[in-house]
Nanobody, 124 residues
Framework: QLVESGGGSVQAGGSLNLSCAAS????????MGWFRRHPGNASESVAG???????????YYADSVKGRFTISRDNAKNTVYLQMNSLRPEDTAMYYC?????????????????WGPGTQVTVS
């Protein structure tokens, strides 16, 4: 089970930190990702963190969020985070946490088997 939190409304230029708590799974086996669905239903991959590579894992980002968003994971807490800075109105979306049991980094949606219910982010 994945449960997101931390969404809300913020002015442009502001920050939010999303969290996703995982349960009922061996967290370290999974590549974790954040995805979003914009108003009008356009979906977009945002960021992922693969547990390989040592340390806090290997992270990767969509071009639209590089330099503004940071994904991280705390394996001891079974939690993945998305720190979002310099938010823009176009970041307004429902944000979803997802897990993929894969042995390589990827943001391909079809590889992600487990999804949270989502948390809304609104930037005005």
């Amino acid at each position: 089970q994945l449960v997101e939190s931390g969404g809300g409304s913020v002015q442009a230029g502001g920050s939010l930190n999303l969290s996703c708590a995982a349960s009922g799974m061996t967290f370290t086996y999974f590549c974790m990702g954040w995805f979003r669905r914009h108003p009008g239903n356009a979906s977009e991959s945002v960021a992922g963190v693969y547990n390989g590579g040592g340390g806090g894992g290997t992270s990767y980002y969509a071009d639209s969020v590089k330099g503004r968003f940071t994904i991280s994971r705390d394996n001891a807490k079974n939690t993945v985070y998305l720190q979002m800075n310099s938010l823009r109105p176009e970041d307004t979306a429902m944000y979803y946490c997802a897990a993929a049991r894969i042995g390589f980094p990827s943001l391909a949606r079809y590889l992600y088997n487990y999804w949270g219910p989502g948390t809304q982010v609104t930037v005005s």
